[in-house]
């Protein structure tokens, strides 16, 4: 059976579609990343343009060719933490979810990981429980609760810290 979706790496020409997937994922859930919609939806269109293209960020596609998830992996060249990376802005359509989509962009964005990182971290809202299965079931453990890691309208949300190793370091 053929996956009803395609995975592949966004380029400058996705940048419109994921301009509008980034905000959406930012407008519907507020507490599940660091950045703020109206942050975002301030920046010029080509401000998402140089992010895909300073990043490793994925895309899943539906059949029909839109843009339905989106996960990322930033790395870093500091000589002292080149070693980890971490997966950021996973963010599923709710029409794509249940698919299998989530967790074929998480594994197809480990698969990319630069030779020399040996782990990849995340960070997910405590509350966020189908996640945090997800997560888990791909390997992924947590060693940390990050007490008041946002704070929205005033209420303060703990992010649960996972990690998952790649290779022996």
């Known amino acids: 059976m053929t996956a009803p979706f395609t995975l592949r790496r966004l380029t400058f020409a996705d940048a419109p579609a994921y ?67 971490t997966l950021w802005g996973m963010f599923v359509r709710p029409a794509a979810r249940g698919t299998g989509l989530a967790a074929a962009l998480v594994e197809a964005v480990l698969a990319e990981a630069p030779p020399q990182v040996e782990e990849v971290r995340l960070s997910v809202m405590v509350t966020n429980e189908a996640a945090i299965r997800l997560y888990t079931r791909l390997g992924f453990t947590r060693f940390a609760v990050e007490p008041r890691a946002l704070k929205i309208d005033g209420r303060y949300h703990d992010d649960a810290m996972m990690v998952r190793r790649l290779r022996a370091g």
């Open 19 to 85: 301009r509008d997937l980034r905000l959406e994922a930012l407008r519907s859930h507020p507490a599940s990343f660091g950045a703020a919609w109206e942050d975002e939806a301030a920046q010029p269109a080509g401000w998402f343009a140089d992010l895909l293209g300073a990043s490793l960020v994925l895309g899943g596609f539906l059949p029909d060719g839109t843009l339905a998830g989106t996960a990322g992996l930033a790395t870093t060249e500091a000589a002292k933490q080149r070693h980890k990376a």
